[in-house]
């Protein structure tokens, strides 16, 4: 801003919003930068006043530059608890931004293994997904992307242990149940209470991979629960009701 006199001082305002002075400086020069709003078509309104009191007007209209949103995602790995280990063991990822970006997709992959992308859908700001944890100690890489590009990394190191398997059927005569427990290692304890009474299984029937019993059924309404006990130290329980069909 340039005059003939000295300039007093310069006030000015972004889309008639509050306005700013820039007091002069006892020179008729005055310069300032200014930071154009974020967004297409901000109204700049200026008003310079001299020493003496004579003003000049100006208004244009300017697009302002997008911030950058450089804020990665975060990302959050939660394994199972001691007591979910097994078949089922899952590890449940939360990515989620924390400004108006929102997501485009995640990925994981255990090891060196392949990718698994999940994309995000509805303008989601975060993405939950529960993932199985294969047997064995494995490392998982998860990688949770933004719609910008701005991208963060998250690695774990867990541990999964499959659970014993437990089958129970009737027999051709319907007075026995054959209960069939298995595991992909070995079991290595187990009990059958059919109606409240324990049927025992004796230790040396232990340390293999499978245990066959059949259980002769009491007349009318059985209720049995089994559990079984691998060597990794993973349980499975069942419990179920059957009907002796050949009661009297």
């Known amino acids: 801003m340039s005059s003939n006199v000295v300039i007093e001082k310069a006030e000015y305002s972004w889309n008639d919003g509050v306005s700013n002075i820039i ?7 005055l310069t300032q930068d200014l930071v154009i709003p ?5 109204v700049f309104k200026l008003t310079v006043t001299d020493i003496n009191g004579n003003t000049k007007d100006f208004e244009g209209t300017y697009t302002g ?19 979910d280990v097994g078949s089922d063991s899952k590890l449940e990822i939360t990515a989620r931004t924390t400004t108006s970006t929102i997501l485009s997709y995640i990925t994981y992959k ?33 990688v949770a992307v933004k719609e910008n590009g701005v991208d ?3 690695q774990g190191t867990y541990t999964g242990i499959k659970k014993p398997t437990i089958s129970v059927v009737e027999d051709s005569t ?28 004796t230790a040396d029937q232990f340390g293999v991979p499978q245990i066959i ?36």
């Open 110 to 142: 255990w090891d060196n293994g392949d990718e698994t992308k999940i994309n995000a859908t509805d303008d989601q700001t975060t993405i939950n997904a529960t993932i199985d944890i294969p047997d064995g100690t494995h490392t998982v890489t998860v």
């Open 213 to 248: 019993k059949n259980i002769p059924m009491d007349p009318g309404q059985n209720t049995i629960t089994i559990t079984v006990t691998n060597q990794d130290g993973a349980t499975q329980s069942y419990t179920g009701q059957y009907t002796n069909s050949n009661s009297q």
């Open 174 to 201: 319907g007075q026995y149940l054959v209960i069939t427990m298995a595991d992909d290692k070995a079991i290595t304890d187990a009990s059958i209470v059919l109606n409240g009474k324990n049927r025992a299984i």
């Open 65 to 83: 530059q997008s911030a950058v949103d450089t804020t990665p995602p975060v990302i959050e790995l939660s394994p199972p608890s001691n007591s």
């Open 23 to 29: 007091e002069g400086n006892s020179t008729a020069n």
């Open 152 to 154: 963060a990394t998250q």
């Open 38 to 42: 974020e967004g297409q078509d901000s």
